[in-house]
């Protein structure tokens, strides 16, 4: 009964430091809002502080109709000297895609690359940085404004679903185990 215990005790741990997990642990090739640009990396980050003082978001931005804060950090100082411009395409009142911000090719020396809109409607918005001669769509990023993602919902429901499942096997095991050795203890 205690090895069920500590096993349930262990799983739960498990799922806990999962959930505690997120954008602050991840390598920055592991990082969800890091894109490569023919091998560099940039990194986007979005803000709402109407809303949010101190969110940083990805690409799930919660709150649609505040001013939005784009912030692409150009990680590699070789890519700093390039000419990047950087595009934000959303919905308008007819659900078709415009573009809402269109910054045309420059060098970012600070590597920064910074730029302020308000996303007006929830959906799906895109943004991707664009340079001369190469294509419109370089380090692209889907953009979830005030809606939910449900490929992401899906999976982490059928991981913790599977996790449970594999919990419970063990625990049918490690009882069922029990249970067959002390049937077979000669009674005193």
């Not at 599977?162 to 625990?171: C, E, M, N, Q, S």
Request: charged share 25%.
């Amino acid at each position: 009964m205690k090895t069920s215990v500590r096993l349930y005790a262990f799983g739960l741990g498990l799922l806990i430091q999962g959930l505690a997990w997120g954008h602050g642990k991840a390598t920055m090739e592991e990082d969800t809002c890091a894109r490569s640009v023919n091998g560099s990396l940039v990194h986007y980050s979005t803000y709402q502080p109407e809303r949010d003082a101190k969110g940083q978001f990805c690409s799930e931005i919660p709150y649609s109709g505040v001013k939005t804060f784009f912030v692409v950090d150009i990680v590699d100082k070789s890519l700093r000297e390039r000419p990047l411009g950087l595009k934000i395409v959303g919905p308008d009142e007819t659900g078709s895609e415009r573009p809402l911000v269109e910054m045309p090719p420059q060098a970012h020396p600070l590597g920064i690359i910074e730029t302020e809109v308000r996303l007006d409607r929830p959906g799906h918005y895109f943004v991707s940085l664009s340079s001369p001669g190469e294509s419109d769509n370089l380090a692209p990023m889907d953009l979830f404004v005030d809606t939910i993602n449900w490929a992401k919902v899906i999976k982490r429901v059928t991981l913790y679903v599977g996790f449970a499942a594999l919990l419970a096997w063990f625990t049918y095991r490690i009882r069922r185990w029990f249970t067959q050795r002390n049937a077979l203890r000669p009674k005193a």
